[in-house]
């Protein structure tokens, strides 16, 4: 662990170091904390949609007749709940056009409203992830944009030094690796959390489809058992 002493060293170096290593490590950390408040955010909204998930299909699979679910999902509809959103816009189509039209134009109209609702959760899905996606990718070259400018100013000081010595050249040298080190603090996080969301939005979205296709082939059955 790091020394109170080496602390008050790194936060005096960034008290004095040249305006743009401070802009670029001001810059840095307002991107890390960013990033972090979306990572909690995704956080919690991935173990939210797991759970929701999970609940609806128990309720969904209990053999419960649809129309009964659709009505008492209608007076109390949960909008954060992907796949009772999928049910319910599903089964709106279904009811509006199956006295109307034939049965494979109603499954059609089912399924062009099963696609776009999944299209509005992938959304949801993958809100914030080109921000971390950003960050984990650029910050590090933000990072060493300045350490590169920290080194320049210290070999210019070190050029109008009649004597150069260690003690002279280490703080000039010290200021700007911090912002390397700050570049990579924003980066690393950034980048796991973006492979760790994109993953579990995979499988989300694909447990959400995979449910559109079971749904959308009972009321195929429907349909057509009430035609005959």
Known sequence: MMSPQAQTDILQLMLHASTIVQAVIVLLLATSL?????????????????????????????????????????????????????????????????????????????????????????????AHLPFLASVGSTSTYVGLFGTVWGIMNAFIGLAQMHQATLATVAPGIAEALITTAVGLFAAIPAVLAYNRFSASGSRLLTRYETFADEFSGILHRQVHAGRR
């Open 34 to 126: 960013a990033s972090w408040s979306i990572i909690f955010s995704r956080i919690s909204f991935l173990r939210r949609s797991e759970r929701k998930s999970a609940a609806f299909e128990n309720e969904f699979w209990s053999g419960g007749h649809l129309n009964q679910l659709y009505n008492q999902l209608q007076r109390n509809p949960d909008l954060d709940a992907a796949e009772e959103n999928l049910f319910r816009e599903g089964f709106k189509e279904y009811t509006r056009l199956r006295e109307q039209l034939d049965p494979d134009a109603v499954m059609q109209g089912v399924q062009r409203s099963l696609r776009v609702t999944l299209m509005r959760e992938q959304e949801r899905i993958e």
